[in-house]
């Protein structure tokens, strides 16, 4: 089964929750209704139907209704439990007929297979699979690519796909109800469907779960999706799940929804006092640099505890407790903005850092100068070469993953950790210092960092970032860069700030 939820992506459904998909996309029980889930799995969704179905129609009008029904899945395993758990769904309702149910055991994302079913049903729903399409097999997502628009990004998930597949399966004014991850309202990846839906598609309703988890052994954050094929709508519903209800946060302009820009999804007075925090003097973004901090992919190597230093050398503990001494003139003091609090890390911690400012020290040059350093990092180069899954560029074992802020992170500096309960900016005045776990805000024109602090750290950021970030569970939000760039800066604050003087250290 393990095997089947990565590659699948398997992930059934609660009843409650296909019953607010139900009555917000089917809306009624016409026996000519043709109503398809195209990844029907074992049936939560079909199975549901056949009761609803069963419960709300006449014996002559249900059976019609039931035929009307369809599903595919790529498992025949999983529509064969399917395929019993309507029988026991109709034998339940006390119905004596049986039916021959409409499921097909096909992939969904194939063109070819869908092109007979081409605009013949009224609503399609579901819970589509959720897997990055770069993890399916190379002629699999070739294929995928020629065939869907929205499987055409490098970080596009089947999910995306499955919306322009229900939408290729609906009729002009059909409705489709997903549950799906919020990922493509809450992050760049999503922006291409975001413009299909907004160019091509009404949004009829979203309901949003924030924070809270409904799939029993998966972490997501979960988003459902209500499309009106082919119409364009002003307005559309919106509701949040807040942990026990569905809360109604009224209708909500369609024009909040921008294609280009991460979706906040709120009651329409709360996206007017977002936008006044937004208007007023300028974006945090505009007068400061935000960075993020350093990415070694491999952080219990590069960074040590230090423990003492004497002679130019630092000795520091290694993940497993043991003392290493490595040259200093190697190694920079780095301060983990996770852990930070009154403006102090909880440990004094250094990293190894094999760089003169941006550029790697050559490998025979790093052996040379800093032997010790080598050493101790040859003893890690397995682990070091297995980041990026193993592919990463064998001549560079001994680089941070990523080189970002190399430069950058140093100097002073207001720091955050990248997710926080409540906004938690904390002062570095001392410039040797570079970071990591986290995101760092340097006022471009001065270094007013005290000017900065408290309306970073204010109750209105709390408020900002509340409604308009990213969530994760247990009321941690997002505070990375694009989610405070956008921050809008007092005018009496932004002016105070004075020139940098442009000093780089590293
Ligand atoms: C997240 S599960 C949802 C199952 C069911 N709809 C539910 O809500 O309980 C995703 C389903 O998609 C199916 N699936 C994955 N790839 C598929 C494909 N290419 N074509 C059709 N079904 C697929 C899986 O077998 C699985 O049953």
Known sequence: MIGKHKEFGVVYTPQWVVDLILDNTVQGHDPAMKICDPSCGDGAFLARLVERVCDALPARDCRRALENITGFDIDAGALEECSRRLDAALAAAGKRFRIKWNLHCMDSTSRASLARYEGRFDCVIGNPPYVRIQHLGEARRKRMQKDWVLANHGSADLYIAFFEIGMFLLKRGGRLGYITPNTYAKTMAGRSLRRFMLEQHGIACLIDFGEHQIFDGATTYS???????????????????????????????????????????????????????????????????????????????????????????????????????????????????????????????????????????????????????????????????????GKFAPGRWYSFGREFGLTETFGEKLITSGMNKRPNFQKCTAPEYTFYSGYCVKPKAGIDLDALLPVLNSDEMDFYIRHTSRDYQNGWKSYAKSFIQDYGVPADIAARVRHSQGVMWG
């Open 223 to 389: 988003l459902i999706t209500v499309l009106h094929k082919n119409s364009k709508r002003g307005k559309f519903a919106l509701y949040r799940y807040d942990g026990k209800r569905i809360v109604n946060k009224g209708l909500v302009s369609v024009s909040s929804l921008p294609a280009e820009k991460l979706w906040t999804l709120e009651s329409e007075k709360t996206l007017r006092k977002i936008a006044r925090i937004m208007s007023r003097g300028r974006p945090l973004g505009e007068i400061a640099d935000i960075h993020v901090g350093i990415q070694t992919l491999a952080d219990d190597v590069f960074i040590l505890e230090k423990k003492s230093e004497e002679s130019g050398v630092v000795v520091a503990r290694d993940m497993h407790g043991r003392d290493v001494r490595i040259e200093s003139a190697v190694t920079r003091p780095i301060l983990k903005a996770s852990l930070m609090k009154d403006g102090k890390d909880a440990k004094e911690r250094i990293i190894i850092f094999p760089y003169v400012g941006s550029r790697l020290i050559a490998e025979a040059c790093f052996r040379e100068q800093f032997p010790m350093a080598y050493r101790y990092m040859a003893r890690h180069k397995a682990l070091l070469l297995g980041r990026d899954k």
